[in-house]
């Protein structure tokens, strides 16, 4: 029997996954899920979750922090976002990370939430493979 994945975020559900074999991004490192695995819980990282199958290709997103929880053979996975690579605009990505970096911000918060938006497009690039921009005053 395989492992059931779930991704769910504030406004959307993916569909549920079957799967063979789940790499999460941990916020203390990538963690592999096969079926049979212990209860477990973890926060997790902007990164990457891959979902390996014989029945279909393999699956990546990219995933905006969040929760994973593996429970009887299902894993749940609880995120700000998450991204598709394959539907992924590397010209859109680019421009919202150059007009964050240009910005200038009176209010610390603001700044801080730039500072956040650019590390999540810095993921989406990532996980879609493409070359990332020297950040800047964000990095």
């Given amino acids: 029997m395989p492992l059931t994945v779930t991704i769910l975020t504030p406004d959307k559900a993916l569909p549920a996954m079957q799967a063979d074999h789940v790499t999460i991004p941990g916020a203390e490192g990538e963690a592999g899920i096969r079926v049979g695995h212990a209860p477990y819980v973890s926060l997790l990282k902007n990164g990457k979750v891959f979902i390996k199958s014989t029945n ?22 609880l995120t700000e976002g998450v991204m598709d690579p394959n539907q992924v605009s590397e010209a859109d990505l680019l421009k919202r990370l150059h007009d964050l970096i240009a910005a ?12 956040a938006e650019a590390q999540w497009i810095v993921t989406e690039l990532r996980v879609a493979g493409k070359q990332v921009p020297d950040l800047g005053k964000f990095a």
């Fill in 56 to 77: 279909h290709a393999n699956i990546i997103y990219a995933v905006r922090g969040g929760v994973a929880q593996v429970f009887q053979d299902k894993v749940t996975i």
């Fill in 104 to 115: 200038t911000y009176d209010d610390p918060i603001d700044e801080i939430k730039a500072k």
